[in-house]
């Protein structure tokens, strides 16, 4: 079982910028792949972008241009670069952690991985 600990969240107007940042209890090299999903008040949790042990990475179409996911194994840490952040991204930010293969159709389910406690982002207009 894998510890996650995120942080970074907080409260930013648009346009501007966030790091999330998510740090493993065990070492990273022996997790398959570190995502990234999110959840705002009222709806379900929906994926925002992985990076695999290889960094190969994907990301949901409506943060693609604004958002990079990166790994940094020497720290056990994956983050989340937030720019341009929009009213629309306000949401708990959740860490994802998961070993062993997933085929491509489960990449953007919630209900694999191990989970952080979140950390909320909340973007005003």
């Known amino acids: 079982q894998v510890q996650l600990v995120e942080s970074g969240g907080g409260l930013v107007q648009a346009g501007g910028s966030l790091r999330l940042s998510c740090t493993t209890s065990i070492s990273i090299f022996s997790i398959t792949s570190m995502g990234w999903f999110r959840q705002a008040p009222g709806e379900q949790r929906e994926f925002v972008a992985t990076i695999s042990s290889s960094d190969i990475t994907y990301y949901t179409d409506s943060v693609k241009g604004r958002f990079t996911i990166s790994r940094d194994n020497a720290k056990n840490t994956v983050y989340l670069e937030m720019n341009n952040l929009k009213p629309e991204d306000t949401a708990v930010y959740y860490c994802?952690?998961?070993?062993?293969?997933?085929?491509?159709?489960?990449?953007?389910?919630?209900?694999?991985?191990?989970w952080g406690q979140g950390t909320q982002v909340t973007v005003s207009s």
């Open positions: 994802n952690a998961r070993f062993g293969y997933y085929p491509s159709n489960l990449r953007s389910s919630p209900n694999f991985g191990s």
